[in-house]
């Protein structure tokens, strides 16, 4: 899953985007508020992480600007502001939830995971096709019971296709979902993983298969 993290102390920002990474979760940073404005406007994100003091406006427009165009993308606020009324502010203002710095990290993962958990948010528990079976909060796959080991991409392209069991998913969402602007994206990356993940699922039995829709995407099909 994609995450926005907007965060101009750059320390932070690293120690953030790091400890999201190990999660699973494909990051963005951007700096700015306007920055911040006109991605959120043009890229499918599943969550952002949002401070509030941002060197050319307050985290809180942003937020606010998001929710005028009926957008409910669940944003944790993070923010060194730790007044009550500072934190009634970011939730009036159209945050799902407010931790004030410094933090443990491992809070900031529980807490973002706990928003995509909710009812229409983008995290299930676990997933099911044929002998297989993915924990997406645990990140790990099982083929009836045995550990499936999988790379973080290959369980990436595993969890979009589980979640669409049937159905088509387009090359290009798996681009836009798997990797951040800063990543260096080869024209055959995702056909890689797919191979490797389609490989392995075969080895394994896992009695579902990846299809290739040429020129549009892959779906998963459960087999006999």
């Not at 699922?201 to 087999?223: K, P, W």
């Amino acid at each position: 899953m994609r995450v926005l993290l907007v965060e101009d102390e750059s320390r932070i920002a690293e120690l953030v985007a790091a400890t999201l990474a190990r999660a699973g979760f494909t990051v963005d940073v951007l700096v700015t508020a306007q920055d911040a404005g006109h991605a959120l406007a043009a890229t499918p994100y599943d969550a952002a992480v949002l401070d509030l003091g941002l060197p050319d406006a307050d985290g809180l427009q942003v937020l606010a600007e998001l929710r005028r165009r009926g957008s409910s993308l669940p944003v944790l606020v993070l923010t060194a502001r730790d007044a009550v009324e500072d934190r009634v502010a970011g939730l009036d203002a159209g945050g799902d939830d407010y931790l004030v710095k410094p933090f443990a990290s491992v809070e900031l993962v529980a807490r973002l995971k706990a928003l995509l958990r909710r009812p229409g948010a983008a995290l299930g528990t676990r997933l099911q096709a044929g002998r297989l079976t993915l924990d997406t909060l645990e990140r790990a796959a099982e083929v009836g019971g045995a550990p499936l080991r999988l790379a973080r991409q290959e369980l990436a392209v595993l969890e979009h296709l589980m979640r669409r069991l049937g159905r088509v998913v387009a090359k290009a969402l798996l681009e836009e979902k798997l990797y951040g602007d800063g990543d260096e994206l080869g024209s055959n990356a995702i056909p890689v993983h797919v191979h490797h993940l389609r490989r392995k699922l075969v080895q394994s039995d896992a009695r579902c298969e990846i299809h290739t829709v040429r020129g549009v995407g892959y779906f998963l099909q459960e087999t006999l």
